[in-house]
């Protein structure tokens, strides 16, 4: 005779195997949000989805107190969790215990954070603005050597003002050290004290590629240079906290020149 088990042993058969599989107690995922809704007691209860399959997921208050954002649907995030049955609705879902934004949401959050701090402790007053020479003698240039900037930037002095020098500070302008070699430069152009301004800048790229002049060590050399400051990053929409801190923002370098 056949073994015919109850619907309640196989589910806790199947609950003790995927619970306890060591390789499901902790997994990181990745996918976008559907269905998000954020319960009266502080869960969210959500299904994450790619283009061909989806799971539910569930986050208990203890851990949504952890989440620097609220989600909502469409939002492409990375979590942390563990696979769980459910017995009583025969249904498997994910609990969370981690969520960040995936990509360049993340950035953001770290930009308007910082941003918000800064502002709050009067870095973008305009009473630390310093005044921008009308007829500087030498202008210097903190950007990649091998770019189009200072290129764009020498062509502009020379068909509109022959009258000056452009003196060359290279610096890395996108990568993990890009921050560091902007503030190096721009404070050895300070020690240096050879120019009457300084156009930091460069090319149009992406939030990742203009990152470094969203970081502290670029933004407080900026703003402590003794020397006026004029910011030219990316294209006419881009804003950096550099800009926000500088003396003049202009919308490009050849705008900046």
Not at 193 to 200: A, G, P, R, S
């Amino acid at each position: 005779m056949e073994n015919y088990l109850t619907v309640t042993a196989i589910t806790k058969y199947l609950k003790a195997k995927i619970e306890g599989d060591k390789h499901l107690v902790s997994i990181y995922i990745k996918g976008e949000i559907s269905n998000f809704k954020h319960h009266s007691r502080g869960h969210f209860y959500f299904t994450l989805k790619d283009e061909s399959a989806q799971v539910s997921c569930i986050m208990f208050s203890s851990y949504v107190k952890q989440v620097q954002f609220m989600p909502k649907n469409g939002d492409h995030v990375l979590l942390n969790g563990r696979m769980s049955i459910y017995e009583a609705g025969g249904s498997y879902s994910i609990q969370v215990k981690e969520m960040k934004l995936d990509g360049i949401g993340e950035l953001y959050l770290k930009y308007e954070a910082l941003k918000k701090d800064l502002q709050s402790k009067g870095y973008f007053e305009q009473s630390h603005k310093k005044e921008i020479p009308k007829f500087p003698k030498r202008i210097g240039v903190v950007t990649s050597s091998t770019g189009a900037v200072i290129e764009d930037i020498r062509n502009t002095v020379q068909r509109r003002y022959l009258l000056t020098e452009i003196y060359l500070y290279p610096a890395l302008v996108q990568g993990p050290d890009s921050a560091t070699s902007i503030r190096d430069q721009i404070i050895l152009a300070n020690q240096r004290n050879e120019v009457d301004v300084l156009i930091v800048g460069r090319g149009g790229g992406s939030i990742e590629d203009l990152w470094g002049f969203n970081e502290l060590p670029a933004i407080m050399a900026v703003f402590e240079s003794k020397i006026p400051v004029i910011t030219a990053i990316g294209h006419e929409t881009d804003f950096t906290i550099c800009d926000f801190v500088s003396d003049l923002r202009a919308p490009t370098p050849t705008a900046a020149a």
